[in-house]
């Protein structure tokens, strides 16, 4: 099973938005409404955000929003803060015969 | 507050065993399917195993499965990972994460296996 695809890094300026694209394949995210992201400072322990593709967690901020499109899912951090630099992951079910869960290569979000 | 905490990492030869904890609070733990999810240096993060609330249920990457074992003592609401046959690629963190609402919800902040001879 390949890792779904994210761009390297995405920078961007305080308060502006960003987006951070996952893209899969028709077996995984084309397939299953079961996408979800996690925020991962290193060091620390990872952190769901969104899942279901779009759903948040209580307690995480509605600046984190999820969205899909084909084989390719989106996270878009909006009104971005000093805290969200951090390494983001994108996950997906990929378990057509059995239990399989895919990663995605991770993007680092930076300040321009 | 909900806590995972990992243990047991360290330093061991290719061929060697090591055996992975993780203890839970802050949850009830005999409600919760679990998972170990690792992540090499430099790399993403990888999902190697599944085990249902009751133990019922178990499921392996293929990067490990036959030498790998998932298992749980719900009583000292802990889960484990034997690992056997360690080769230089399972060198990585090593984090627990319980599963739920089709994503891991909770996680603990890893611990180090480093394999090298």
């Known amino acids: 099973q390949s890792a779904l695809t994210q761009p390297r890094s995405v920078s961007g300026s305080p308060g502006q938005s960003v987006s951070i694209s996952c893209t899969g394949t028709r077996n995984d995210v084309g397939f299953y409404n079961y996408v979800s992201w996690y925020q991962h400072h290193p060091g620390k322990a990872p952190k769901l955000l969104i899942y279901?593709?779009?759903k948040r967690p209580s307690g995480v901020p509605d600046r984190f929003s999820g969205s899909k499109s084909g084989n390719t899912a989106s996270l878009t951090i909006s009104g971005l803060q000093a805290e969200d630099e951090a390494d983001y992951y994108c996950c997906s079910y990929a378990g057509t015969y059995t239990f399989t869960y895919v990663f995605g290569t991770g993007t680092k979000v930076t300040f321009l | 507050e909900v806590q995972l905490v990992e243990s047991g990492g360290g330093l061991v030869r290719p061929g060697g065993s090591l055996r992975l904890s993780c203890v839970a609070s802050?949850?009830?733990?005999?409600?919760?399917?679990m998972n170990w999810v690792r992540q090499a240096p430099g790399k993403g993060l990888e999902w190697i195993s599944y085990i249902s609330s009751s133990s019922g249920t178990r499921y392996y990457a293929e990067s490990v499965k036959g030498r790998f074992t998932i298992s749980r003592d719900n009583a000292k609401n802990s889960l484990y990972l034997e690992m056997n046959s360690l080769r230089d690629k399972d060198t990585a963190v090593y984090y627990c994460?319980?599963?739920?609402?089709?994503?891991?919800?909770?996680w603990g902040r890893g611990t180090l296996v480093t394999v090298s001879s």
């Open positions: 994460a319980t599963f739920g609402d089709d994503s891991f919800d909770f």
């Open positions: 279901d593709v779009t």
């Open positions: 802050g949850i009830r733990f005999d409600s919760y399917s």
